[in-house]
């Protein structure tokens, strides 16, 4: 397996202003320094085989001011070129280049400010990407700083809403956020978006609900590699220990809802506890259920249901888990609603979500577009992780995956 961590340059006056900035050249701000200061503390320690960074001032000024890494510059990874949409904020540029646009919002081939396409681009990203892995040998990693345009990019493509038109299902990164991807058999998203270096969470909106969906702390099942299901089984000393671990770091909640499972429940009463708020206890958000698979491991079923196990594992056909189990679409749509009803009574605030890893992954996936044949282009999330979702009354949108975990 190969690792890539892609970085996004720190804070720049023109980030700040919110405005657009392609290839201007610019320092970064007094806050920028701040965090590119706070991204080298995160990755101290961490060694890379190649380390590469846009050849503009931003990105290579947080790879070696702030991370202290001596960074390859290529301009391959720079920003997309806005032309004469520089310094515009999205408003300006929606009031004096309508058409464009408009044209840019429907997915159509067009140049950015009279500059390079989006199609252009992603070409000249692929291109990097491809080049880069060329260099990587098994089991190497790499860390890229570059820009936000880079990484929804390279994340767009990877789970399958690089053409559509906008809105997109996922927001923009953060400045000095960590986005992990790793290529193995087929790329895969492990964390998107953790800027946990710098806040412990985002923030909220009066028009949403942001939704912190929780795995639940390391239980025994997992360490055994066994599918739990509705298996309820304990955790582990670790395990226990995580609920209160997560509190320490994250910041406070409106409320916490759990899967009626010990290994959920236990994490989300400890979590709740260092919060001093309740819990609500909800059966409706328990992991997939498995049937007659449930308390074994991938092994012992392919033993078992030989002809069930492939017909899930290899011709990705969405069978009920062991018979008499659930449905990927099944547990989804399960959890989806209950989502949808926990958002619409938390309308502004930030509520937490204790779950499972088989329906988190699901559920998010479905937010981005993916489906069961295509719900491994999103890595498992880990346990005592926590994925963010920003719910409004029509539709949801992802902020950041598994943050905790790397």
Known sequence: ????????????????????????????????????????????????????????????????????????????????????????????????????????????????????????????????????????????????VTHGGVVHAVVSELLGFRRRGRPWPMEHVRNTSVTVVTFDESPQL??????????????????????????????????????????????????????????????????VYTSHLQRARLTAEAFAARHGIGVTVRPDLHEIAFGSWENLTPEEIAARDPEGWSAFRDEHVDVPRGDSGETFVAAVQRLGAAIAEIAAAHMGGRVAVVSHGGVIRGFVGRVVGLDHGTRRRLAGPGNASVSHLRAYTERSVLVDYNLGVA
């Open 1 to 144: 397996m190969i690792e890539i961590t892609f970085v996004r340059h720190a804070q720049t006056a023109a980030n700040a202003a919110g405005v657009w900035q392609g290839h201007s050249d610019d320092e970064l701000s007094e806050r920028g320094l701040f965090e590119a200061e706070a991204l080298g503390r995160r990755l101290d320690g961490h060694s890379y085989d190649i380390v590469v960074a846009s050849d503009l001032r931003r990105a290579s000024s947080t790879a070696a001011g702030g991370a202290g890494f001596s960074a390859e510059s290529d301009p391959a990874w720079r920003e997309i070129d806005v032309g004469r949409w520089e310094g515009l904020s999205r408003e300006e540029v929606a009031m004096s280049h309508p058409d464009e646009m408009a044209a840019l919002m429907r997915g159509d081939e067009v140049r950015l400010g009279g500059a390079e396409t989006w199609q252009g681009f992603c070409a000249r990203v692929d291109t990097a990407l491809a080049a880069l892995l060329a260099r990587l040998e098994e089991g190497g990693r790499a860390l890229v």
């Open 190 to 255: 492990r964390v998107l978006n953790d800027a946990t270096h710098l806040e412990t969470c985002p923030p909220a909106e009066e028009s949403s609900t942001l939704v912190a969906l929780m795995r639940h702390g390391e239980s025994e099942a997992n360490v055994e590699e066994r599918w739990q299901g509705l298996t309820d089984g304990p955790l582990t000393d670790q395990g226990r220990r995580q609920g209160a671990e997560l509190a320490d770091w994250y910041g406070p909640v409106d409320h």
